[in-house]
């Protein structure tokens, strides 16, 4: 007995604080991710999010009210997603939430946001799923999804004109979507497409060797990889040490970030076709603002993690701004069709299926005195790489 006392009292003092953060005009962002797991993107990320917040807050806030940034980290684990969720709304009495970076939590927070009722905005997690078949009112996603990245570089692939291709791509569900719409789409723009070996290691587990081995042996006329972080650091370094990417074409998610591409330093390869970010040589009015601001608050420069964070927060912002508030049902109806400023230009949230413009750019990677930089890029309109309404209908059919 004494310990539901307690617990009740705990609750309503809880909720008193929550009553009166709230009366103080403060606008709560719970944020859940894989901050230990996978620092590289998300480190940066923090930083987007924070200079964010503090330029709306610095400009008088949202409606009146000021943001407040409240992190979780999920262990790269969707059960602990779920029960970070649970943490921040029950004891930080947050408002909304957002984040998460690999694809099964962001499924998790999906599958959360639909059964709570709750708005959710997915940061970075690619998977289609998010949007689509697991896909519901109260979930958007911000970052171009799997199909999206795929598309933006299966016309290259295509113009290369390989017929022999091997697949390389990590064990889970963003690994998986991302090699089964880039064969269906190769497929379809290229008929005689064969597809000759595949190596599919768990993520994180990458072991380079055998995996280099295998695709060798399959003598491919062309690489497509979905590999990322400390797994592509691997597979590079095994590739350049055994002739892998010798004389043959490499199409690659991903490569192109600096959180990737940089790391690899002078072992980064030449003349991969990639989506990423050139940051340093982007000339637009919105990315160069970005870049100054960023830069000067953090003496370091941004990653795509950093836009990425950044945006997630700007979009928060504009939806409550619209809706005028940030109840859950006004809210996910404000984000319909919503327009945002990014660093990227501005993006809309699709009525259709929740998913942001956003786009990506597509170039080609080079080895630029031991540093891995992109060029010859074209920025890609996410609006443009998408499957028809109708497709899209079909495959919310539970929504």
Do not use: C
């Amino acid at each position: 007995m004494k310990t539901t006392l307690h617990l009740s009292a705990a609750l309503a003092a809880g909720m008193a604080l929550s009553a009166a953060a709230h009366a103080q005009g403060t606008i709560k962002i719970g944020e859940i991710n894989s901050y230990k797991a996978q620092p590289a993107f998300l480190e940066p990320y923090k930083k987007g999010m924070e200079l964010a917040v503090d330029e709306i807050n610095a400009a008088g806030g949202v409606n009146g009210k000021k943001l407040e940034l409240i992190t979780r980290d999920d262990n790269a684990n969707p059960g602990d997603a779920v029960r970070m969720a649970e943490e921040l709304i029950s004891r930080e009495q947050v408002d909304v939430l957002t984040g998460s970076f690999l694809s099964n939590t962001g499924l998790a927070l999906t599958d959360f946001a639909k059964q709570k009722k709750f708005f959710y905005l997915a940061g970075e997690p690619l998977t289609d799923k998010i949007v689509w078949q697991n896909g519901n009112k109260y979930t958007y996603r911000l970052r171009p999804s799997t199909y999206m990245q795929v598309a933006m570089l299966v016309p290259e692939a295509a113009k290369m004109k390989k017929k022999r291709w091997a697949l390389v791509y990590p064990n889970y569900e963003y690994g998986q979507s991302s090699i089964a719409t880039f064969k269906k789409l190769l497929k379809e723009a290229q008929p005689d497409v064969e597809f000759v070996a595949e190596q599919a290691p768990p993520l994180g587990k990458v072991d380079a060797g055998s995996v280099v081995q295998a695709l060798s042996d399959a003598k491919p006329d062309a690489i497509f990889n979905v590999l990322f972080g400390a797994d592509l650091s691997k597979f590079v370094r095994e590739g350049n040490t055994r002739g892998l990417f010798k004389d043959r074409e490499v199409v690659s998610v991903l490569t192109g970030e600096p959180e990737y591409l940089d790391p690899l330093k002078d072992e980064a390869p030449t003349g991969w076709v990639v989506t990423g970010y050139p940051w340093s040589s982007l000339q637009t009015p919105e990315h160069k603002a970005f870049l100054a601001a960023y830069q000067a608050k953090f003496k370091d420069y941004p990653r795509l993690g950093s836009v990425v964070g950044y945006s997630a927060i700007q979009s928060i912002a504009a939806g409550a701004k619209k809706a005028g508030s940030t109840e859950t049902e006004k809210l996910a109806a404000a984000f319909k069709g919503l327009p945002v400023d990014t660093p990227f230009g501005k993006i809309v949230y699709r009525a259709q299926d929740n998913q942001s413009t956003m786009g990506a750019y597509v170039g080609k990677t080079k080895n630029d005195g031991g540093k891995g930089v992109m060029v010859d890029y074209t920025y890609l309109d996410g609006a443009k790489f998408q499957p028809s309404d109708d497709e899209v209908k079909k495959l919310r059919a539970a929504d």
